[in-house]
């Protein structure tokens, strides 16, 4: 079964920028869609942002201009870049493919 590790989180003030990267234990070659989700304390895991097939994307609103999803299929990794960071931006990242999730890093933006 295929491992996803996700990693790049960590404590930035507001109007910073981190850069999260998942790397899976196999290839991604065939997997065609893949997304971002975030889960704030007290709240439900949301969509973030979907990677389709070789570089469609789409995102939350609330992350639209900010935040740029990209894949390297030779290195079966996944990233976000995410900038101008928000305090409500604060959650852990998660990503998501062929029904497997990661473990989740921790993105907290103070003001």
């Known amino acids: 079964q295929m491992q996803l590790v996700e990693s790049g989180g960590g404590l930035v003030q507001a109007g910073g920028s981190l850069r999260l990267s998942c790397a899976a234990s196999r290839s991604i070659f065939d997997i065609n869609v893949i997304q971002w989700y975030r889960q704030a304390p007290g709240k439900q895991r949301e969509w973030v942002a979907t990677i389709i097939g070789g570089g469609i994307t789409t995102y939350a609103d609330s992350v639209k201009g900010r935040f740029t999803m990209s894949r390297d299929n030779g290195k079966s990794t996944v990233y976000l870049q995410m900038n101008s960071l928000k305090p409500e931006d604060t959650a852990i990242y998660y990503c998501?493919?062929?029904?497997?999730w990661g473990q989740g890093t921790q993105v907290t933006v103070s003001s």
């Open positions: 998501y493919m062929a029904n497997t």
